[in-house]
T-cell receptor, first 116, second 113 residues
Framework: AQKVTQAQTEISVVEKEDVTLDCVYE???????LFWYKQPPSGELVFLIR??????QNEISGRYSWNFQKSTSSFNFTITASQVVDSAVYFC?????????????FGGGTRVLVKP | GAGVSQTPSNKVTEKGKYVELRCDPI?????LYWYRQSLGQGPEFLIY????????DSGLPNDRFFAVRPEGSVSTLKIQRTERGDSAVYLC???????????FGPGTRLTVL
């Protein structure tokens, strides 16, 4: 069965510091998709990124970057030069291609608190 | 365009009562999902619709939970004989058939007293 583990429950940083969120996943499928979602205090989940299992290229989008390592089953997320607006709970999620509808399995989330 | 909408945003009910939660997906999205998020946890899958049919309801915790999507658009999650343990935020998401991202609504916070 699929599983996503986010070992860090809460991270507190001072503005402009970098912060890296860890995500480790388990799956038996060879084709799967990994996601990161942001949940600000308002509560709505905001999609950030999707990666396919056959594409290990790292990605950068502005201050956000993602490191996908199949060898260690990890999909880590780094926020560079953090800002107060980055304060939120971040969820890593997995969907398996074999699962009907590609339902998402979420990790427990990491709460990021950026202090001014 | 408009995102996923959910009503009500908050629902307080008494133990044993029946509740209905509504989800309006993004127009044209054929796939619709319900998830439940308990305090301090990640969302957990409940049910998935493709069109009008429930393609996967393996996440429904018991037979008190039921969901419908009669016309392939709006969906209603129904909970009978509510229990205090049902208190959570119920999230709805929809997906375009051609892409893999699910887009989430703001959720309905259900409190069972």
């Amino acid at each position: 069965a699929q599983k996503v583990t986010q070992a860090q429950t809460e991270i507190s940083v001072v503005e402009k510091e970098d912060v890296t969120l860890d995500c480790v996943y388990e799956t038996r499928d060879t084709t799967y998709y990994l996601f990161w979602y942001k949940q600000p205090p308002s509560g709505e989940l905001v999609f950030l990124i999707r990666r396919n299992s056959f594409d290990e290229q790292n990605e950068i989008s502005g201050r956000y970057s993602w490191n996908f390592q199949k060898s260690t089953s990890s999909f880590n997320f780094t926020i560079t030069a953090s800002q107060v607006v980055d304060s939120a709970v971040y969820f890593c999620a997995l969907s398996e291609a074999s699962a009907a509808g590609n339902k998402l399995t979420f990790g427990g989330g990491t709460r990021v608190l950026v202090k001014p | 365009g408009a995102g996923v909408s959910q009503t009500p945003s908050n629902k307080v009910t008494e133990k044993g009562k029946y509740v209905e939660l509504r989800c309006d997906p993004i127009s044209g999205h054929t796939a619709l999902y319900w998830y439940r998020q308990s305090l301090g946890q990640g969302p957990e899958f409940l049910i998935y619709f493709q069109g009008t049919g429930a393609a996967d309801d393996s996440g429904l915790p018991n037979d008190r939970f039921f969901a419908v999507r009669p016309e392939g658009s709006v969906s209603t999650l129904k909970i009978q004989r509510t229990e205090r343990g049902d208190s959570a935020v119920y999230l709805c998401a929809s997906r375009d058939g051609n892409y893999n991202e699910q887009f989430f609504g703001p959720g309905t916070r259900l409190t069972v007293l």
